[in-house]
């Protein structure tokens, strides 16, 4: 008779199948490379990102693990102007959203979660908000811990890294608190 601890889940075969498809992947991925900025095109991504784009890091929970998430993401009405930047990063997605009422502008969305490319482009970025500045370097720091130590994490406390992931998510969420009561210097 087979003790508990000797019985293999589905979930757990799963689990292990996705590890080692993953890791196959990873191996095999060729290194982007992203085109040289000049001084107008990081300034001008720079001040877009200040006025029309924010940083999104969040956690996502599946199957008992974390899973994080990197985004930058410019809205925009003038879509020519967000195929400009899908153009010169060669990465993302854009896509059109709904407007509020029937008389609004369609707004534009471009995201970019490349995580190779967030890492090559985020370090040539400077903003001139404090908070979205702040935000750009903990998602800096967040994208190379996750690099080193694995974006996906199993349960609590099994990885030394997961508590900073965590801070920095908590961090993300008081910059990005909107209206009157934010405990945020700007």
């Not at 107008?40 to 998430?69: I, M, P, R």
């Not at 370090?123 to 967040?142: C, S, V």
């Amino acid at each position: 008779m087979l003790t508990f601890r000797f019985l293999i889940t589905m979930h757990n075969i799963k689990t292990i199948l996705r590890e080692i498809i993953l890791k196959r992947l990873r191996s095999q991925r060729q290194p982007i490379v992203l085109p040289e900025f000049n001084s107008f095109e990081l300034g001008y991504l720079s001040g877009f990102c200040d006025g029309d784009g924010y940083l999104f890091f969040g956690k996502e929970y599946t199957g008992g693990s974390v899973q994080f998430k990197f985004h930058l993401i410019l809205c925009n009405t003038n879509l020519s102007v967000l195929m400009y930047f899908k153009k010169l990063i060669r990465y993302g997605t854009i896509s059109g959203v709904e407007g509020r009422t029937e008389n609004a502008k369609p707004v534009y969305k471009y995201v970019l979660s490349h995580r190779e490319a967030l890492e090559s482009i985020l370090p040539l970025l400077k903003f001139q908000i404090p908070r979205k500045e702040e935000g750009r370097k903990l998602m800096i720091e967040a994208l190379k811990i996750t690099a080193e130590h694995r974006t996906h994490v199993t349960s609590i406390g099994e990885n030394k890294y997961k508590n900073r992931l965590l801070q920095i998510d908590r961090r993300f969420r008081e910059l990005n608190k909107r209206g009157r009561n934010k405990n945020v210097e700007s």
